[in-house]
């Protein structure tokens, strides 16, 4: 069975600093391609940043490019978002899930972690 962990999260100042992780278990890591998406209240579930299965290609949306940096690590299952200039509007449920191939779109992905909150605070 896949599992998907998310940690780090927390609460932070603007222009602060976090790194998430997502610890995965239950299948061939470096097999699929890993994202991440967040959650604010009253709002969709938006993605945020995705990497493929070798780490050599990612993908980020727009809103934080130049600002986080996903990256993982196949020997420990293990992936990773460094979220740097934090803003009050990057408050949000973070979540990391696994899809077949590098995507932005949330229907492709198929295994989800339980989430962890962002708080940024002004």
């Known amino acids: 069975q896949v599992q998907l962990v998310e940690s780090g999260g927390g609460l932070v100042q603007a222009g602060g600093s976090l790194r998430l992780s997502c610890a995965a278990s239950?299948?061939?890591?470096?097999?699929?391609?890993m994202g991440w998406f967040r959650q604010a209240p009253g709002k969709e579930r938006e993605f945020v940043a995705g990497?493929?299965?070798?780490?050599?290609?990612?993908r980020y949306a727009d809103s934080v490019k130049g600002r986080f940096t996903i990256s993982r690590d196949n020997a420990k299952n293990t992936v990773y978002l460094q979220m740097n200039s934090l803003k009050p509007e990057d408050t949000a449920v973070y979540y990391c899930?696994?899809?077949?191939?590098?995507?932005?779109?949330?229907?492709?992905?198929?295994?989800w972690g339980q989430g962890t909150q962002v708080t940024v605070s002004s």
């Open positions: 899930a696994t899809s077949q191939s590098l995507s932005a779109s949330r229907p492709n992905y198929d295994y």
């Open positions: 239950g299948r061939t890591f470096r097999n699929y391609a």
């Open positions: 990497i493929s299965g070798n780490g050599l290609v990612t």
